[in-house]
């Protein structure tokens, strides 16, 4: 079974930093997707980024970036000039790309606080 | 467009107690998931429809719970009787194909007493 670990349960930035959240998984597949999700208080799950596995490529979306080691089974969430509205809770995420399985599997959580 | 709609946002009900959730997901989404949040982890699937057939229901505690999604649209989750360890956040997510992405709903927090 996949697993996805964040052991990093907090991180706190000062406004306009960079932060880097850390995240590593353990599978056998070879095709799968990464996910990263911001939660904040209001509980709605937001899709932040995602990378697909096969892809070389780092995944870039404005601010945030991911740097995709898949030897290492690591994918970080990169946040450049972080601003208050950056605090929430970050999951990291996997999901099978075989077979009939397409759950996604969270690791436990980050809460990033972002002080002004 | 609108989103994946939950009710109630909240809900605290006695051990041994049943309860239902309501999710309408956004609409032409095929896929619809309901994930259980126990406070400190991450969100854990509990069963996964595709149109009104059940596609994964592997961690679903069938002894207490139950979920259907009439018609292929809406969707209801339901405990009975519930637990203490019930306590939680019941995300519902769609989608509009399999293995596209999850839009997802504010949840319903549940605390069992």
């Known amino acids: 079974a996949q697993t996805v670990t964040q052991s990093q349960p907090e991180m706190s930035v000062q406004e306009a930093e960079t932060v880097t959240l850390s995240c590593t998984y353990d599978?056998?597949?070879?095709?799968?997707?990464l996910f990263w999700y911001k939660q904040p208080p209001s509980r709605q799950m937001i899709l932040v980024i995602r990378?697909?596995?096969?892809?070389?490529q780092n995944a870039t979306e404005n601010r945030f970036s991911v740097n995709f080691q898949k030897a290492a089974k690591s994918f970080s969430l990169k946040i450049s000039d972080s601003q208050l509205g950056d605090a929430a809770m970050y999951f990291c995420?996997?999901?099978?790309?075989?077979?009939?399985?397409?759950?996604?599997?969270f690791g436990k959580g980050m809460k990033l606080t972002v002080n002004p | 467009e609108a989103g994946v709609a939950q009710s109630p946002r909240y809900k605290i009900i006695e051990k041994r107690q049943s309860v239902a959730f309501w999710c309408n997901p956004i609409s032409g989404h095929a896929t619809l998931y309901w994930y259980q949040q126990i406070l400190g982890q991450g969100p854990k699937l509990l069963i996964q429809f595709q149109n009104n057939g059940v596609v994964d229901d592997s961690q679903l505690p069938k002894d207490r719970f139950s979920a259907e999604r009439l018609k292929g649209v809406d969707s209801t989750l339901k405990i009975q009787p519930a637990k203490l360890e019930d306590s939680a956040v019941y995300l519902c997510a769609s989608s509009w194909e399999r293995r596209t992405e999850a839009f997802f709903g504010q949840g319903t927090r549940l605390t069992v007493v």
């Open positions: 599978t056998s597949e070879s095709d799968y997707y």
């Open positions: 990378q697909e596995a096969y892809k070389q």
């Open positions: 995420a996997y999901r099978s790309h075989q077979g009939g399985s397409e759950k996604l599997v």
